[in-house]
């Protein structure tokens, strides 16, 4: 399985931006499927936004036209372009891979607080 390390989370005002990296360890990072999740104080775990290994990304409704992802195979990493970000994206952002026989692997997250 691959290991999974988050990385650009931080305190910032609404409006603001950040970037969000997750790197993947081994050789075969583009055979996986990634995505980014959120989870806020009390709140389930949710999907932000995924990328396919062919480059297809989705999107939550609530970080459409706010949120890219994308990613650079030959880096081993995934990115999460974060804009006009709002105090409700508040949460730890964690990085998730899927691989071709569905397994899964998480990083350890990544702490995204957006002052009002």
């Known amino acids: 399985q691959v290991q999974l390390v988050e990385s650009g989370g931080g305190l910032v005002q609404a409006g603001g931006s950040l970037r969000l990296s997750c790197a993947g360890s081994?050789?075969?990072?583009?055979?996986?499927?990634m995505s980014w999740y959120r989870q806020a104080p009390e709140k389930q775990r949710e999907l932000v936004a995924s990328i396919s290994t062919g480059g297809t990304t989705n999107y939550d409704d609530s970080v459409k036209g706010r949120f890219t992802i994308s990613r650079d195979n030959a880096k081993n990493k995934v990115y999460l372009q974060m804009n006009s970000l709002k105090p409700d994206d508040t949460a730890v952002y964690y990085c998730?891979?899927?691989?071709?026989?569905?397994?899964?692997?998480w990083g350890q997250g990544t702490q995204v607080t957006v002052s009002s």
């Open positions: 998730n891979a899927r691989s071709p026989v569905n397994a899964i692997s």
């Open positions: 081994g050789s075969t990072f583009s055979l996986y499927a």
